[in-house]
């Protein structure tokens, strides 16, 4: 054991590297390690310096990896991935629940209003909800199945299905209008906007999609009213939509079941593309495999029979 302590690098600094190499990012990898990015730095060049070699090429905005780091990524992902393997086996998490996240408000409104119906089809398979308003590593964090926004951020072992292009648009409570009909998005300047605050985007790799980024699409080229109301969290975004404190960005396939109660409306028929995708991201290490390919299937045929519904 002390021959084999001797040739390994700094176990820390590897998996420091394993963050930086799959991000390929010292800012994101921090971010996901909770430790700053010269915390992140620090223990790269220790590795670097008991390797010999470079393992990053430092370019301005990310940083790539070298043969030698691609070569070092390889052998630490399958091992640090080996050993989670076996750790949840040991302490038990493979039990029969199929773990699926996605974001608050998918969760919240997408997700858990159709879970039921899954567990009526399929009443032997336990499910285990996780909401998370950031990335995810499905592989790292023992989840079998999620839905997420873009396909960035996975590694080897998770297939991804797009689902759907995402689409944004203004959405408010019936009472909000007051009978108003609003024409143009210019008209929006003056209306109460709900904002998503910065703070909300800092665990996503997504770019922002806010009020800056719709009136930009619409050709809207004015100063935006001050933000009277802003939050950190979608779900709550919209709850506040739904009580008719303002109008909020938000996509109408995920709010479908609120668009069709008319508890939302479209305050504009103007909808902003924000280039990216909904994805279904499966973990093909996890423990149920029969289990997940079961709520894969389910999931999928949920869209495709809902698609020309917008019942996304």
């Known amino acids: 054991m002390e021959r084999l302590r001797r040739r390994l ?3 820390t600094a590897l998996v420091v590297f394993e963050a930086a190499a799959r991000l390929q990012s010292f800012t994101l990898a921090g971010q996901e390690m909770c430790i700053t990015q010269a915390a992140v730095s620090r223990q790269i060049r220790q590795l670097e310096e008991h390797l010999g070699n470079p393992l990053f090429i430092r370019n301005h905005r990310n940083v790539t990896l070298t043969t030698a780091g691609e070569r070092l990524f390889e052998a630490v992902d399958q091992s640090l991935e080996t050993i989670a393997q076996a750790s949840t086996e040991i302490r ?3 039990s029969d629940a199929v773990t699926i996240a996605a974001t608050v408000c998918m969760s919240t ?6 879970l039921d119906a899954f567990q009526q089809q399929y009443p032997h398979i336990a499910l285990r909800m996780f909401a998370f308003d950031r990335e995810i590593d499905l592989r790292a964090e023992n989840v079998d199945i999620a839905v997420t926004c873009g396909n960035d951020g996975q590694r080897h072992g998770v297939r991804m299905t797009h689902l759907m292009d995402e689409e944004l648009v203004p959405l408010c409570s019936p009472s909000y209008l007051q009978g108003r009909t609003l024409n143009e998005p210019h008209e929006l300047l003056g209306e109460r906007l709900l904002n998503l605050d910065r703070e909300h ?3 996503f790799h997504w770019a922002v999609a806010d009020w800056a980024a719709w009136f930009d699409q619409m050709n809207v080229r004015a100063p935006l009213p001050p933000a009277r109301m802003a939050f950190n969290n979608h779900a ?3 709850q506040a939509t739904v009580e008719g404190r303002g109008i909020a960005l938000g996509s109408p396939q995920m709010l479908s079941d609120l668009i069709r109660d008319r508890r939302l409306v479209e305050a504009l028929p103007y909808r902003y593309a924000t280039r990216r995708g909904y994805f279904l991201a499966v973990n093909e290490h996890s423990a149920r ?3 997940v390919a079961q709520l894969q299937a389910w999931l999928l045929a949920q869209v495709s029979g809902s698609a020309n519904s917008e019942l996304f």
């Not at 409104?109 to 159709?114: A, F, G, S, T, V």
């Open 9 to 11: 690098p700094p176990l």
């Open 92 to 94: 038990g998490d493979a």
């Open 109 to 114: 409104y997408w997700l858990m209003p159709r």
């Open 201 to 203: 985007w800092r665990g």
């Open 236 to 238: 709550q975004q919209i």
């Open 289 to 291: 495999p029969n289990a």
